[in-house]
């Protein structure tokens, strides 16, 4: 078994493109459980599916990663926004776990008893950055953005997207925490600043914050809740569930 420490965090991705071996494909439909296997043959297209199923292996072998329980074993439950958490079996060690997926990419943040998140996102699909920005980012954000040169406005927007997305998925609330009372603050560094709106009700010293580019085309974020305490240290693992051991 791996062993995760306190002061650590790791994230695991898998490019969904390669990943394409018939027997490795129905090894992992082996794993999921009735009701995921449902929700996979409700996507209308193959490559949905297809991320949809690495999704699920990927949570699966990794936690089994980190404890002695077969990857089928797991069960999962939601809480009242959506987010998944771990239900069984008893006696694991105390994971937390966040997931997220987009064109051609899937992450899988774990640590031990804190709350993290974690989001991808494909920078190369067809949206309108600073429009966007402009009706969700708060306008420390949305300043921010337009005094850079517009050829670097698309890659800080994503920046912002992820590191947004990343914190409320660790906040386990979601889109309930409206995205403009709170304001990510970047430089050229690699310190990553954060503010709340005092309706918030947190404080910018609980949270670790990171940015990674997995690819030329994927921007990354993780959010981890340190509540004070000195960062984690976060070990980034590309991998191939059931492949890779």
């Given at each position: ?5 306190p002061?650590a965090a790791h994230?695991?991705?898998v490019?969904?493109?390669p990943v ?37 292996a990927l949570?699966r072998?990794t936690?089994?990663?980190?404890a ?6 797991w069960t999962?439950?939601r ?9 069984g079996?008893?006696g694991v ?12 990419l899937?992450a899988?943040l ?6 993290v ?5 494909d920078?190369?699909r ?19 953005l ?11 927007f ?31 560094g690699?310190s ?9 009700g947190?404080?910018?010293s609980?949270?670790?914050f ?6 030329a085309?994927?921007?990354?974020a993780?959010?981890i ?17 059931l492949?890779?051991g």
């Amino acid at each position: 078994m791996l062993e995760i420490e306190p002061g650590a965090a790791h994230l695991w991705y898998v490019f969904c493109e390669p990943v394409r071996d018939q027997a490795l494909l129905a090894a992992y439909h082996r794993l999921m459980a009735p009701d995921e296997a449902a929700q996979q043959a409700r996507f209308l297209f193959a490559e949905n599916r297809h991320e949809y199923l690495l999704t699920r292996a990927l949570v699966r072998t990794t936690l089994s990663k980190y404890a002695d329980v077969a990857p089928e074993a797991w069960t999962f439950v939601r809480n009242e926004f959506g987010r998944p958490q771990i239900a069984g079996p008893a006696g694991v060690p105390p994971l937390r776990f966040n997931l997220s997926n987009t064109r051609g990419l899937i992450a899988c943040l774990v640590a031990l008893d804190r709350d993290v998140g974690v989001d991808v996102e494909d920078t190369e699909r067809s949206s309108s950055a600073v429009d966007i920005a402009d009706r969700f980012f708060s306008p420390a954000e949305v300043r921010a953005l337009r005094a850079l040169p517009p050829e670097r406005q698309r890659a800080r927007f994503f920046e912002y997207w992820t590191l947004k997305e990343s914190y409320i998925k660790a906040r386990g609330m979601g889109l309930a925490i409206p995205l403009d009372q709170f304001s990510f603050h970047l430089d050229d560094g690699p310190s990553i600043g954060i503010s709340f709106d005092p309706r918030l009700g947190d404080d910018r010293s609980a949270w670790q914050f990171a940015l990674y580019q997995p690819s030329a085309r994927h921007t990354m974020a993780a959010a981890i809740r340190t509540g004070g305490a000195p960062p984690l240290s976060i070990e980034l693992r590309e991998t191939v569930p059931l492949r890779d051991g």
